[in-house]
């Protein structure tokens, strides 16, 4: 604005002197300085005119920029919000009905699946499938396959007998489990449909579904060595109140090996619901 006010200074106060004064001068001299003030008036004219229309840009430019400046900062600040919230208090996202927690997949009592889940991401193709042993994710199935070897190598033997079930197959599990044991007793052992982790294709059943595969050499040594392959025994003994389900040392369920490692706890282990402060119980 310094260039206005001296134009403004010269066309609006020195030159209208100049030519008061020139009038009474010769008048060849007084028309030279009157072409001089008119040529310097349309110039500062057409110079004010394009000092006014960049500023008028410069706060087109400033007032855009001031929601976009605002947009950053409410989304920095609900980045921070989402980053704190998970880790002090681990938020859960409901995402196309699936519940996460800091990523995770979690499936309880109390967080569900969508009826119609079907895990993507498979070692065999879940569409359409009941029940399917190798139907996992394969992150989950790679891994057990590297267990597996490694067992094998040990002189032992493991085998899934249940992986992917869906949830129709769990349905007609369900349903024959309460019309045998009651649906009081069913819940302890079975999960209702869309609350079993077998249709996420993250969990399966090894070798025999007993309490007795806790005291063979197998039973054992998954017990102590899952969670290095990023298994989680997900029922561990004494912890019915807080996961919903009685002892099953033939449960696994894939976290990957960093939260295994955790959850394993130098063999006392900690659940999901623990960890993640979760609960697990029916709604009704
Ligand atoms: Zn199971």
Redesign the pocket.
Known sequence: MKVFNILLYIFGITLPIILLISSFIKPTIRKIIKNIFIAGTIFACFYILKLGGDHLMNKDIIDSKEPEEITTNEIKTSEEKVSTTTMDEHKIINKDGLYYIDGYLIVNKTYPLPDDYVPTNTYKDATGQDYCPTCLDIDTYESYKLMEADAEALGLNLWIQ?GYRSYNLQTRLYNDYVSRDGKTLADTYSARPGHS??QTGL???LNTITDSFAYTDEGKWVDMNAYKYGFILRYPKSKEEITGYKY?P??LRYVGKELAEKLYNNGDWITLEEYFNLTSTYSD
């Open positions: 249940s982790e077998h969990a399966f059943d099953e033939w449960h």
